[in-house]
Structures are given as C-alpha cells and as structure tokens.
C-alpha cells in the first residue's frame, strides 16, 4: 500500500517536472517578443487591424494548455491542445471576405479528389496563398493554377490561342491575365493574349502594387459580420 502511494507519488512529481520543463523550453521556443511586433509587413489593406482581429487566444490558462500538451505527447490524452494563439483559420478571412459566388471556395478543395493538389500546397485553407506578414496579396506563385487545371480543355473554345494550345506549352503564366482567381471583380475575360492584362500587371496585383481587375463585385468588411 505504501508502496504504491509512493510510487503514485512520484509518478506525480515527475508529470509536474515534466509540465514545468516543457513549458520552460516551449516559452523559450516561442516567439514571445514576436508577439509584441507582427514578424512581417501587413497584406495591403490589413494595415490598420488589430492583431487580435484574426489571433484569438487559445482555450484554458496556460498551464492547462502546456498539461494537454504534455498528456497528449504521453498518449494519455487523444487532442493535444494550442499554446497561446489558435492557429487562423479560414473562418477568420472569411467573416470579412465573404463572397457567395467564389469560383474557388476552399471548402470545395477538402474533397479526396484534390488530395495532389493539397500535397503540393494547402489549397484547403487560404493561408495556403494568402500568408500574412509578407506584405503581398498572394504569395502562391502566378503558375498556381496548374496546380488543378492541367488537364484543361475547353469545348467551342473562343480564346486565341486555344485553352489546348496553353496547356500543351504550359504556359501557365497567361492564366490570370485573363481570369481572376475568385471571380469578385466586375471584370471582363479578353478573348485573346493581345487584349489581355500585361504580365507586369498581373504580378503588381499579386504583389501590393495596383489592383489588375477593376473594382471588386462584394467589398470587404473591416468589421467582421459575426
Ligand atoms: C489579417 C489577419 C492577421 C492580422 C491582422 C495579424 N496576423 Fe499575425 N498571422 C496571421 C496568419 C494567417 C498567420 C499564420 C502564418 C502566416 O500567414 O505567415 C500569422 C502569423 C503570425 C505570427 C507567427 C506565429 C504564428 O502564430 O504562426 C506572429 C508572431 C504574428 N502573426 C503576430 C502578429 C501580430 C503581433 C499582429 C498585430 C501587429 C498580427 N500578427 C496581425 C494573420 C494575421
Ligand atoms: C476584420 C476584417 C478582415 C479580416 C479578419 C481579414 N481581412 Fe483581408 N482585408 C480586409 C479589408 C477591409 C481589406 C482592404 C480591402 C480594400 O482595400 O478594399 C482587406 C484586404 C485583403 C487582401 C487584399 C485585397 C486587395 O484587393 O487589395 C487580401 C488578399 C486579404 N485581405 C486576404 C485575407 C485573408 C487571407 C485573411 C485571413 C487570414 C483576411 N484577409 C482577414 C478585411 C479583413
Ligand atoms: C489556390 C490559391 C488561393 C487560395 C486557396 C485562396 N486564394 Fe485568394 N487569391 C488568389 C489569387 C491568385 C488572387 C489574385 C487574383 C484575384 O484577385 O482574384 C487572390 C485574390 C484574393 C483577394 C483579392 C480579390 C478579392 O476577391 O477581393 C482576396 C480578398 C482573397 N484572395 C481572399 C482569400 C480568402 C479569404 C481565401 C480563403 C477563403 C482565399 N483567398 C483563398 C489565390 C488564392
Ligand atoms: C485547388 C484546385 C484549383 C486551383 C489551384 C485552380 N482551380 Fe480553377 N477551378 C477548380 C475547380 C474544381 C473548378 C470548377 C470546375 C471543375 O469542376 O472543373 C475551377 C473552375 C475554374 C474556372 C471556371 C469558373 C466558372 O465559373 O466557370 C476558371 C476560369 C478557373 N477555374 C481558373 C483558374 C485560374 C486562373 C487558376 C489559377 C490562378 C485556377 N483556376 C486555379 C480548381 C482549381
Ligand atoms: C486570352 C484570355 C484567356 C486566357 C489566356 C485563358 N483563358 Fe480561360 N477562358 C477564357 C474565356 C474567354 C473563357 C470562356 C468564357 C468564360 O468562361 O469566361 C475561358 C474559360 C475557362 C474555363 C472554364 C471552362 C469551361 O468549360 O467552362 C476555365 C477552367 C479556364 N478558362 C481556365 C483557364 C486556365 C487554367 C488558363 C491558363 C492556362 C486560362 N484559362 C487562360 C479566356 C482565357
């Protein structure tokens, strides 16, 4: 009985030390000092937000965070849990960007079929080309569209040169001279590569330079509308 007590005991003392080493080297791990300055420049137009606008805090107080932590790495526990910040979701950009027409919904990309597409960069999720802190609209590159449209073929095509044509040269960066990625601009496709936006716009747009597509269909909002 005694025996057991004590080992209870100890097995107690050494989750303690464990909760409290951990913590020690995940808060030497994190960037806590980062929080007070954001680790790059804003995406244009998210200048004058709130950090708090898209980092929510994580659930509980910090030593139940760092004990879930530690509990699910010993297999006792099945989730683990946040430390500190939740990670942002798609629900945060999309309380402001709502747009119920996006050609391109990322919830449409959770779908087995895209599971390649997902390897090669997480279209699910709009951090997957839009990361903020680096001062860009996208930081997908402008040949993303391969990523799904390699197969591309378009009956009756109108467009000079043919979709077929494109494809078969891989000419990928002629897509968003023509298109936008998720159809919020009151924009009208050319028929032909002559009558298209110009490279060096597209990769402005891309960038913070000047928007390439003319005025957006659904504006953002700057207060969230949950
Ligand atoms: C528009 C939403 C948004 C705003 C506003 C914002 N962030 Fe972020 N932040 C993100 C996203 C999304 C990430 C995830 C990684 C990435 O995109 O680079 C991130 C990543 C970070 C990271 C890296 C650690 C991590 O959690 O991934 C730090 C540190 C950070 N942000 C600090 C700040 C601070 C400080 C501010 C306010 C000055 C701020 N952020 C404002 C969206 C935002
Ligand atoms: C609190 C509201 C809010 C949240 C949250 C928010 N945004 Fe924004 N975002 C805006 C506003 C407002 C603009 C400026 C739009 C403008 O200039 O017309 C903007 C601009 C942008 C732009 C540049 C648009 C352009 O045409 O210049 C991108 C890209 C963008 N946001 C993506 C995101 C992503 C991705 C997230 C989530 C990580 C996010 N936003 C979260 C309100 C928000
Ligand atoms: C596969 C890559 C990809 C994903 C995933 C993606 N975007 Fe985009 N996004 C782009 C590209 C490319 C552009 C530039 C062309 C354009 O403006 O439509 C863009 C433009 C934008 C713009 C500026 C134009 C506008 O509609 O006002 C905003 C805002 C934006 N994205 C928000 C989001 C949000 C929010 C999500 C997640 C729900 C998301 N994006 C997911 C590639 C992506
Ligand atoms: C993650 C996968 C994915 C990526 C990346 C992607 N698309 Fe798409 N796209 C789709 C799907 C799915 C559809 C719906 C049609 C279908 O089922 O084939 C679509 C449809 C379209 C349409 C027709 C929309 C309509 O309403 O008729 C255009 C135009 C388009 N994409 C252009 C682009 C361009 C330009 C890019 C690159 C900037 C791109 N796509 C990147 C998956 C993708
Ligand atoms: C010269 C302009 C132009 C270029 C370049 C272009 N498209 Fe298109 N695209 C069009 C037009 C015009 C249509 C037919 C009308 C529409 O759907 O808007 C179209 C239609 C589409 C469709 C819908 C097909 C369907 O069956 O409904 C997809 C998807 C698409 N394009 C993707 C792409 C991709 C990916 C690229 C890059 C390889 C690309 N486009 C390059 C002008 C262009």
Known sequence: MRRLLASSLRRRAYGGGLVAILGILVLLRLPVGGWIQAP??????????RCAQCHERAEGSLRQQLQATVQHAL??????AD?????????????CHDRPNDRHPTVRFREARFALARAERPVQRCT?????????????????????????????????????????????????????????????????LADAISVDAVLEHLGSGPRAYGPVTHEARS????
Do not use: K, Y
């Open 40 to 49: 790059g420049p804003a995406t244009p137009g998210h200048g004058e937000m």
């Open 128 to 192: 997957g080309c839009h990361l903020e802190h680096q001062g860009v609209r996208v930081t997908a590159p402008s040949v993303v569209c391969q990523t799904c449209h390699g197969d591309l073929d378009v009956r009756d095509d109108p467009v000079e040169p043919t979709h077929a044509d494109l494809v078969a040269r891989e000419d990928w960066t002629t897509c968003l001279r023509c298109h936008d990625f998720h159809g919020n601009h009151t924009h009208v496709v050319a028929e032909s």
């Open 83 to 95: 430390i500190g910040h939740r990670p942002v979701g798609d629900r945060v950009c999309i309380d």
């Open 75 to 80: 297999g006792m526990r099945e989730t683990g």
């Open 223 to 226: 207060t969230p509308q949950r």
